[in-house]
Nanobody, 117 residues
Framework: QVQLVESGGGLVQAGGSLRLSCAAS????????MGWFRQAPGKEREFVGRINENGGSTLYADPVKGRFTISRDNAKNTVYLQMNSLKPEDTAVYSC??????????WGQGTQVTVSS
């Protein structure tokens, strides 16, 4: 069992930046592909991006490409989501997840990000 705890959400004006963190429990963090997802009110959960085990490869959804950056620090069991040039449509609850076989195996409760216009 892996526990994930997100932090860093909040209220920001359009064009601003936020950095989200996701702290993981356990000894095997460095062996996991980690993903970020978001869910806006009334909408389905949306894939944001993922990072491979050693941080050398990332993949982003088109709506965030060029604005968001995922990184990780395996020594701290933490994955980050740097969000720049935020837009009101980025407003959502953001959560991280351990990806196994392309699916979410473990995930956190999420952190709210609200972008005002």
């Amino acid at each position: 069992q892996v526990q994930l705890v997100e932090s860093g959400g909040g209220l920001v004006q359009a064009g601003g930046s936020l950095r989200l963190s996701c702290a993981a429990s356990g000894r095997f963090f460095s062996s996991y592909i980690m993903g970020w997802f978001r869910q806006a009110p009334g909408k389905e959960r949306e894939f944001v991006g993922r990072i491979n085990e050693n941080g050398g490869s990332t993949l982003y959804a088109d709506p965030v490409k060029g604005r968001f950056t995922i990184s990780r620090d395996n020594a701290k069991n933490t994955v980050y989501l740097q969000m720049n040039s935020l837009k009101p449509e980025d407003t959502a609850v953001y959560s991280c997840a351990v990806l196994i076989g392309g699916s979410r195996r473990y995930w956190g409760q999420g952190t709210q990000v609200t972008v005002s216009s």
